[in-house]
């Protein structure tokens, strides 16, 4: 591969498998996973093309610099030693952010003065006074730098407001799911678009978005306005243009896509969120409770994020889990039910027994992400269990 580089994809933890995967079809070679995180390697195409078609990254940064620091003044040399205009110009708004795991670096908001300083200091100096200034809401350049013990990194990220703000949200329920969590969870349950697809409790549609988006091939960075590497100093305009252009992995397809909830202003926010995405012909959605509702005689895959009980006693908790689970095992046979399950104790309400387990986080609520098969009669099989 010409020009290979070495990237960092952040991600969920629970997704770093989707999203290895996931770089490995677009072309990314020496893909390794680590915690939170996917290590991959590939040329400026790679990098636009992880930004621009990856559901399950949140960033993807570029390493540009390591070294050993014993404290934030060593820290402010070392830096002053990378070229700065290399990546930035003096007219150009920035934005530090720092992650710090150090006894030698207690405080985290010095480390990122020092080395701001650093960035300022050297400008001035080969600018005649003239420098860049910070700028923590609408940077063009963000800079990452993380440190353990002594060794600094330095990255640059390339895709500037976190990938999970695809671009298509005109609106919001209560608490939204992740867009990047939610395009994890429909890759973890296997579906492919061939089967029919119903949340039951799709709040503002996050979950029937992404599995639209899925289900035809459509990239999740078409609805960005921008990346961040639209600002660097090598940015190839022509070859971001050929990408965002390229509808070859679009496809045909004409499978249901389904979504109800019983909140008349939850469905209004993802009617507009769904017309945002240009999806209004590929999803159906119904104002009707789950327990009221009769799912599609084909079987097919739910695929559902219901309360946790933030705005519910845990008696009323759970004595919805257990309606719920008296819905789908009397109603959805031949089904397979996918829950994110974030209240352990209204689980056990649930009364039915998990084909597959795997732990994801929402936030940062430690969720079951759960796999109910719903055969006749009693569940039989082999039961997995995958913890991340």
């Known amino acids: 591969m010409d020009s290979a580089q070495v990237y960092i994809a952040k991600t969920l933890q629970g997704l770093e498998p989707l999203l290895a995967e996931e770089l490995r079809a677009l072309g990314a070679e020496n893909v390794t996973e680590e915690c939170r995180m996917v290590r991959f390697e590939g040329d400026l195409r790679m990098l636009y093309m992880a930004n621009f078609h990856c559901r399950t990254a949140l960033r993807i940064l570029k390493p540009i610099a390591t070294f050993q620091a014993k404290d934030a003044d060593e820290l402010y040399e070392q830096a002053s030693a990378f070229d700065w205009s290399s990546l930035m ?3 150009q708004h920035f934005a530090i952010d720092a992650v710090v795991n150090s006894e030698e670096f207690r405080d985290s908001r010095y480390a990122t003065y020092r080395l701001k300083d650093a960035i300022v200091d050297q400008f001035k100096a080969r600018c005649g006074g003239r420098r860049p200034f910070p700028d923590r809401e609408n940077p063009e350049v963000r800079i990452h730098l993380h440190i353990k013990g002594q060794e600094c990194d330095l990255l ?7 990938l999970h703000k695809r671009g298509y949200r005109v609106a919001q329920d209560v608490a939204p799911l992740n867009e990047v969590l939610a395009a994890g969870m429909i890759l973890h ?3 492919n678009g061939e089967v029919p697809f119903l949340d039951p409790m799709c709040g503002s549609g996050t979950l029937l978005i992404e599995a639209a988006l899925i289900a035809y091939g459509i990239a999740p960075g078409l609805f960005r306005k921008h990346f961040a590497f639209e600002y660097w100093a090598d940015f190839d305009a022509d070859l971001m243009a050929e990408i ?3 509808d070859s992995r679009e496809r045909e397809n004409d499978v249901l896509i389904l979504g109800t909830d019983i909140s008349g202003k939850a469905l209004e926010t993802a009617e507009a969120n769904i017309r945002s995405a240009g999806l209004s012909k590929y999803i159906k959605i119904k104002k009707e409770s789950v327990f009221d509702y009769h799912p599609p005689m084909i079987p097919g895959i739910v695929v559902t994020n219901p309360p946790y009980g933030e705005r519910l006693k845990q008696f009323q908790l759970d004595r919805f889990y257990t309606q719920l689970g008296d819905v789908f095992k009397s109603r959805y046979e031949g089904w397979d039910v996918w829950v994110l399950a974030g ?9 039915l027994h998990p084909s597959r387990t795997i732990t994801l986080f929402n936030g940062p609520i430690e969720c079951k992400f759960q796999r109910f098969s719903m055969y006749a009669g009693t569940l039989k099989g082999r039961v997995e269990t995958q913890e991340m």
């Open 156 to 162: 640059l990220d390339s895709s500037g407001e976190s």
């Open 343 to 351: 209240n352990r104790t209204a689980m056990k309400s649930f009364g």
């Open 244 to 246: 965002f252009n390229d």
């Open 189 to 191: 349950s296997g579906w």
């Open 89 to 91: 110009n003096v007219t």
